[in-house]
């Protein structure tokens, strides 16, 4: 692995590749046999002119993730916060390669001897990047001493030098960026330079025994659920195919995906299920589980699930006060179950509706009771109530109680007074 070293060490190996090639083959007649010429800077600062000196230079323009490896070691935190790893930073290196030279042909015969040196390792071996590093800025400056520190050498990718192609505006966009000269320029990619941090953290212990269990792949299947509308409490129907696994313990129902519960009965096509008490109203999900038990350990594991199946549970107003209610005054619905701080929810008063905000944040997150504001535009007289939460809104029922005073209307009921 290397450090956040290494993007500079990069550059170095390169320049040493230069200058290593120099005295073996290389132009020395244009340098002068001088390594001095072989520059790593930004082409801004690279004197030209009249008495321009011949040289390369080498300059990283840009630095791109490496695809390949950008996802490696991710996610690097559980859902606590806790380090589980160390993702390594994977870079590749985009460089340009200009040639300078105030005389005829210089920059010319420069870029091809460089191009040819760089065409010749496109594989820089550990031994060549460790022996650039050692070389560098002999003396000991503070910049050699601090690359000699990335541990390029030792990561576990290799360095690969491979030409890229930049087109003549891209070329032209990056020198008017420069604002300097365009000098003869070529592009190559440096890949791939992986960073990674060397900081302690939490592993999971290897595994001791392994444990293969075969089982036929039937997942659950679910039909249709009934009654759908349900009210709080009530027992859901569930039918479809393959709910019993081997033992029938091992099937669950989930809703809204939450830990699974036990089914009041149980059959291969047909399960009934009491709904929890924590459901709240609206369109919620529901799951058929089958856990698997793996013979070298008791705990249950996450086995075959069903596609998930909505069903509206209804809200059911136990409660209206005062009741009768006047005109300007507010009501208070008493409701099951109980209702998000965030869920949408409208009061029907016969044809009128009176919806209320979300309810502030410094308010419980659920509550079983509402107030809705009774305004002037509700007429009086006696209504029918109804209660809307998400979507789902609450049953009229019909009395039919013979000698009732409300026999032959919908109840619940609520009286609105001048």
Do not use: C
């Not at 390949?68 to 935190?77: F, Y």
């Not at 040639?99 to 191009?115: C, N, R, T, V």
């Not at 890229?164 to 990619?189: C, D, G, M």
Request: charged share 10%; proline share 10%; aromatic share 6%.
């Amino acid at each position: 692995m290397s450090n956040y070293l290494a993007v500079g060490g990069v550059s170095a190996v390169l320049r040493w590749l230069l200058s290593n090639a120099l005295t073996n083959g290389g132009p020395s007649v244009i340098l002068g046999g001088s390594t001095a010429g072989i520059t790593v800077t930004s082409p801004d600062l690279v004197p030209v002119g009249a008495d321009e000196q011949p040289g390369v230079n080498i300059f990283m323009y840009y630095a791109s993730y490496n695809p390949a490896l950008r996802n490696v070691g991710l996610p690097s935190r559980n859902a606590y916060g806790n380090e589980i790893s160390n993702p390594p930073l994977a870079l590749n290196l985009h460089y340009l390669v200009s040639a300078y030279g105030s005389k005829q042909f210089d920059p010319e015969i420069l870029l091809g001897w460089a191009m040819k040196v760089l065409h010749d390792t496109p594989v820089v071996p550990r031994q060549t990047i460790q022996n650039a590093l050692d070389a560098l800025l002999p003396g000991g400056t503070h910049e050699g001493s601090l690359i000699d520190g990335s541990m390029l050498a030792n990561q576990i990718e290799h360095i690969r030098i491979t030409p890229e192609t930049l087109t003549t505006e891209e070329i032209y966009r990056l020198w008017t960026a420069f604002q300097t000269n365009y000098r003869p320029t070529t592009s190559y990619q440096v890949s791939v330079v992986v960073i990674q941090d060397t900081n302690t953290y939490a592993s999971n212990l290897p595994v001791q025994k392994r444990s293969v269990l075969v089982l036929p792949l039937q997942s659950p299947v679910i039909d249709n659920v009934t009654p759908n509308p349900i009210a709080a409490g009530g027992t859901l129907t569930v039918q479809g195919s393959n709910f019993v696994g081997d033992p029938s313990t091992q099937t669950l129902v989930s809703f809204d995906g939450a830990q699974g519960i036990a089914p009041a009965t149980l059959q291969s096509n047909v399960l009934r299920v009491v709904l929890p008490s924590t459901l709240q109203a609206g369109t919620r999900l529901l799951r058929v589980q089958r856990t698997v038990v793996y013979p070298t350990s008791p705990k249950p594991h996450a086995g075959f699930s069903s596609s998930p199946m909505p069903f509206q549970l209804i809200p059911t107003i136990t409660l209206t006060t005062p009741n009768p209610v006047a005109q300007g005054s507010s009501v208070t619905v008493t409701v099951s179950p109980s209702v998000g701080s965030m869920q949408q929810a409208t009061l029907y008063i016969g044809d009128y509706a009176i919806p209320i905000d979300q309810r502030p944040t410094t308010a419980p997150p659920t509550s079983t009771t509402l107030v809705f504001p009774i305004t002037t535009s509700v007429p009086a007289g006696t209504y029918p109530v109804r209660l809307e939460i998400d979507g789902a809104q609450s049953k009229l029922t019909l009395d039919t109680t013979t000698g009732s005073l409300t026999y032959g209307q919908y109840l619940p009921q609520l009286q609105v007074t001048p």
